[in-house]
């Protein structure tokens, strides 16, 4: 069984292994970073769209990028929407599934900076309210894999940014199957009633900022979202690293 260490233990951890094992960029080789500058910057973005047409939005005037587009308002609970890579890019599967299955866990560090870039360049200012939290995992699952990998990207975003992080501010509930090869309805069906909110609190009345790795349908977020704005939450946005 996995057993997740205590964050000083895990540090020391790091820090040895570092020291044995220095890392190199995923992509090139290159010795300092899981993922070098050089191959960040390589990396084509997508500017910010609407969750749910997919309609480019740059920001225009007090519309900031992102925004959900006045079509779509009724149609989702996510009113702004971040996700920089395209999943169809095989550099990108390849960072993500290094990150998931493979237990490359030092990509988070500089997936979090990448992301920071992005935000920054398109001139995303978190409101004072703002919490970030991850989507979850079943328990089951994370005990499994030893970790979230949402949260290890959204925990150290937070860090960079500033923001409040509530790492726990909802819950898997349902212990669903996997996303992957489901389509949308299923997608759908598959995480209905999936979560619960642990800390109402926290959500009424704020700004949530709903964080994971991947989008595809984008289900589990507008399920995640939903449950939030029913719950009192003023907005909620979703940022993902891919879509």
């Not at 560090?109 to 978190?126: E, I, Q, S």
Request: charged content about 20%; aromatic content about 8%; some cysteine.
């Amino acid at each position: 069984m996995n057993m997740m260490l205590p964050p000083r233990i895990q540090c020391i951890k790091t820090f040895v292994l570092d020291l044995l094992f220095p890392l190199s960029c995923i992509f090139c080789g290159r010795e300092g970073s899981a993922w070098c500058a050089a191959c960040m910057a390589a990396m084509q973005c997508i500017p910010p769209s609407c969750f749910r047409c997919g309609l480019l939005r740059p920001p225009v005037r007090s519309i900031p990028a992102g925004r959900t587009c006045r079509a779509c308002r009724r149609r989702t609970a996510v009113d702004l929407f971040f996700s920089p890579l395209s999943y169809a890019e095989p550099r990108v599967r390849t960072m993500l599934h290094a990150l998931k299955y493979q237990r490359f866990t030092a990509l988070a560090d500089p997936m979090a900076r990448f992301f920071y870039v992005y935000l920054k360049d398109h001139g995303t200012l978190l409101p004072p309210d703002a919490v970030l939290t991850p989507i979850p995992i079943h328990p089951e699952r994370e005990r499994t894999r030893g970790f979230n990998q949402s949260d290890l990207i959204a925990r150290r975003l937070a860090g960079i940014i500033g923001a409040h992080y509530h790492s726990s501010l909802l819950a898997r509930v349902l212990r669903t199957a996997p996303q992957a090869g489901l389509g949308g309805d299923a997608r759908r069906a598959n995480v209905r009633a999936a979560f619960a909110l642990r800390d109402r609190d926290a959500a009424v009345g704020r700004t949530i900022i709903l964080f994971d790795d991947i989008r595809t349908t984008g289900a589990t977020l507008e399920e995640a979202a939903l449950l939030l704005k029913n719950s009192g939450a003023r907005r909620v946005w979703a940022m993902t690293m891919a879509h």
